[in-house]
């Protein structure tokens, strides 16, 4: 004796979902009252490595986040806590390679102060050195 499955046409209107007509101004009233934004990016993270500028390089890949608030693109990464914002992600990354290396000559000139500086600036050409040519 087998078994057989018996198949039956379904009701495809029970499977459309039902509309309901609704006033779009109160949606978007809604979304500019309460500053609710329903297309959020979401952040991205990418790796630096190699040449950033004609004369520094990325030596060691670097993860950066890039994340969009108020028409702003931010970039930062975890490792150095160093940020760069901008109107586009291109013009964000930039900030943040320049924001990166002004910490790095920063830390440079002061490494010979104490051992917090001068490990600080040792984590930092780990990541980053100069092109040589």
Request: hydrophobic share 40%; glycine share 4%.
């Amino acid at each position: 004796m087998s078994d057989t499955l018996s198949l039956e046409r379904a009701d495809i209107d029970s499977l459309i979902p039902k509309f309901i007509q609704t006033n779009i101004s109160k949606i978007i009233n809604f979304w500019t009252d309460t500053n609710f934004l329903p297309f959020t990016l979401p952040e991205k993270q990418i790796i630096l490595f190699g040449e950033i500028t004609a004369e520094w390089k990325i030596v060691q890949p670097l993860t950066i986040t890039i994340e969009q608030s108020d028409g702003l693109y931010i970039v930062s990464d975890e490792i150095f806590d160093v940020y760069g914002d901008g109107d586009t992600e291109y013009e964000a990354v930039e900030d943040y390679k320049i924001s990166l290396l002004d910490y790095y000559q920063l830390a440079e000139s002061r490494a010979h102060e104490d051992e917090q500086n001068q490990a600080l600036f040792d984590h930092l050409r780990l990541y980053i050195s100069r092109v040589t040519k």
